[in-house]
Every structure is written in C-alpha cells, then in structure tokens.
C-alpha cells in the first residue's frame, strides 16, 4: 500500500493542514508519513508531532 506525505512547516496553516490530512487519511484509511525535516527548531516540532500523532 502507498504511503502518502505530508510535509510540514512551521507555520500555523501548514499545521491546520496537515492535522486535516490526517484525520482524512484516518477516516479513508489510508497510511500517512509525515515530514518534518522543514522545522529547525527541536521543541517547536517536539510540539507538533505530539499535536499530529495523537490522532
């Protein structure tokens, strides 16, 4: 099965994006990976994975 992407920034619309993919993704049940390597700061995206994950 394919895995879609979704890539996050550290910006607040990127943010009510990705958790709209997600849930999206979880209601179709699909697989999502998400890319965090656009966030240079360890506790600002230490944040958003705990926000993007609890879903």
């Known amino acids: ?3 879609s992407v979704i890539v ?5 619309a990127s943010i009510k994006n990705a ?3 997600v849930l ?3 209601h179709k049940g ?5 890319d965090l390597t656009r966030i240079k ?3 600002r995206k230490k944040e958003i994975m705990k ?3 609890k879903y």
Request: proline share 0%; aromatic share 4%; glycine share 0%.
């Open 51 to 53: 926000l993007l994950t």
């Open 19 to 21: 958790v709209r993919e």
């Open 1 to 3: 099965m394919l895995r």
């Open 8 to 12: 996050v920034t550290d910006d607040e």
């Open 30 to 34: 699909f697989e999502v990976a998400l």
């Open 24 to 26: 999206r993704s979880k």
């Open 41 to 43: 700061d360890k506790h």
